[in-house]
């Protein structure tokens, strides 16, 4: 059943971000759980992902780790903008230049939470 809910995540994340990022769950922890739907770019993902935790969406803001970056960080490395606004992270505080002439790289980024 874990196996097959990893998968349909990890389906879900490589569908949902438009820059073919594919995410790849680390372990089975609870972080990269949380990880894994933070990285989905769907607040619905997310929402749910919570309620299975249990845990608030403010210590989740203030406490949780994505591949040893802070959320916000992680988001703005990833152009996860739904997740943020869902998250109530301000992603516009920042004026950055992003190269979009850059080749894509479609390398599986593998993805774990905070211990």
Not at 83 to 107: G, P, R, V, Y
């Amino acid at each position: 059943m874990k196996v097959l809910l990893t998968a349909a995540l990890t389906a879900l994340v490589s569908m949902s971000n438009a820059h073919a990022v594919e995410f790849v769950a680390a372990d089975d922890s609870h972080a990269t759980k949380l990880c894994m739907a933070f990285a989905s770019d769907r607040p619905h993902v997310m929402l749910a992902a919570m309620r299975g935790q249990h845990t608030a969406k403010t210590r989740i803001t203030t406490k949780l780790e994505c591949n040893d970056m802070s959320l916000d960080e992680f988001a703005k490395t990833y152009s996860l903008t739904r997740n943020a606004k869902f998250m109530k992270i301000d992603l516009e505080t920042k004026t950055s230049i992003k190269d979009i002439a850059k080749a894509e790289h479609t390398m599986p980024v593998v993805l774990s939470g905070s211990k």
